[in-house]
């Protein structure tokens, strides 16, 4: 009997946990703050590898598709990382997101490569946004110029 009554204990634990994880997979969408005060907005594909507490994807905005890397996510937080090239110089754009609901509240900031695209100097300070949940096939939006 105590054995059965631990067991339901356990499983009831073990729900809880999981019902507090946010689901991130899928498209998110975000006007992501730039230079001179300009937004651009971003999509974010997540694919979530539950029992690796993995994501892969993809963040898509005015210079195409690029690939996660490093992602990783523990209930309701996620991270990666993207890498860009520009003129030879290797710059990691890192992220780290809490969710709430149908909205994560992300920071992102620059490593490596002296300085941010278009700057000079060394990378600029970590720059806060908000990513929505876009709906259930939506396409994502055309690449600005």
Same mark, same amino acid.
């Given at each position: ?25 899928g498209k998110w969408t975000a006007d992501v703050p730039g230079r001179? /005060?300009? =937004?651009?907005?971003? *999509?974010? @594909? $997540?694919?979530?590898?539950?029992? +690796?507490?993995?994501?892969? %994807? ?8 690029m690939p996660i890397t490093n992602g990783k996510v523990t209930a ?24 709430? /609901?149908? =909205?994560?509240?992300? *920071?992102? @900031? $620059?490593?490596?490569?002296?300085? +941010?695209?278009?700057?000079? %100097? ?24």
């Open positions: 009997m105590i054995k059965k009554l631990a067991l339901a204990a356990l499983v009831l634990a073990l729900g809880s946990v999981t019902a507090l994880a946010a689901d991130f997979n001179n /005060g300009n =937004t651009q907005t971003t *999509t974010f @594909t $997540f694919t979530v590898d539950a029992t +690796a507490m993995t994501v892969t %994807g993809t963040v898509t905005g005015r210079m195409g598709d309701d937080t996620i991270s990666f990382d993207v890498v860009r090239n520009f003129n030879g110089n290797s710059i990691t754009i890192s992220y780290a997101g809490k969710a709430d /609901g149908d =909205t994560i509240k992300f *920071t992102r @900031t $620059f490593a490596g490569g002296g300085a +941010a695209p278009g700057g000079s %100097g060394g990378p600029p300070p970590p720059v806060e946004f908000t990513a929505t949940r876009a709906p259930a096939g939506a396409p994502a939006p055309p690449a600005t110029q």
